[in-house]
């Protein structure tokens, strides 16, 4: 038999570990499993909504989902000036942009429901 086997590595007694993290009670993880499954739940849920903003009074509207893809952009044709194609890019990036805030803004929020009255150590 090799010289070692057979005996507990050094450092535990008995064969047997300690107790884990000190400090860290069993109400505490069954805490943190429950805001870790309600998260994913939310996270799930949100990447399924849609959000939609508009831009130049309307008249150019964009959507996206909670995962920020584009989805849907309209925009009227009256916005559609040869001369200004600089002005209705503005808007379209300026609709999108709002969209895709509104998205986070509601992930936020939701999230921070979540993690409201816990007292996390970080």
Same mark, same amino acid.
């Given at each position: 038999?090799?010289?070692?086997?057979?005996?507990?590595?050094?450092?535990?007694?008995?064969?047997?570990?300690?107790?884990? %993290?000190?400090?860290?009670? %069993? @109400?505490?993880?069954?805490?943190?499993?429950? %805001?870790?499954?309600?998260?994913? /739940?939310?996270?799930? *849920?949100?990447? *399924? /909504?849609?959000?939609?903003?508009?831009?130049?009074?309307?008249?150019? +509207?964009?959507?996206?989902?909670?995962?920020?893809?584009?989805?849907?952009?309209?925009?009227?044709? *009256?916005?559609?000036?040869?001369?200004?194609? *600089?002005?209705?890019? @503005?808007?379209?990036?300026?609709?999108?942009?709002?969209?895709?805030?509104?998205? %986070? @803004?509601?992930? +936020?929020?939701?999230?921070? /429901?979540?993690? +409201?009255?816990?007292?996390?150590?970080?």
């Amino acid at each position: 038999m090799a010289k070692g086997y057979g005996r507990p590595p050094m450092g535990r007694k008995g064969g047997k570990m300690g107790m884990g %993290m000190p400090g860290l009670n %069993m @109400d505490m993880i069954k805490q943190a499993q429950k %805001m870790q499954a309600d998260m994913e /739940k939310t996270q799930a *849920e949100l990447q *399924e /909504k849609e959000y939609t903003a508009t831009a130049g009074g309307g008249v150019v +509207s964009a959507t996206v989902d909670g995962k920020h893809t584009l989805k849907a952009l309209t925009i009227d044709p *009256e916005a559609v000036d040869p001369d200004d194609v *600089e002005m209705l890019q @503005d808007m379209v990036i300026a609709a999108v942009n709002e969209a895709i805030r509104a998205a %986070m @803004d509601d992930m +936020s929020a939701s999230m921070g /429901k979540i993690t +409201s009255g816990m007292n996390l150590p970080f």
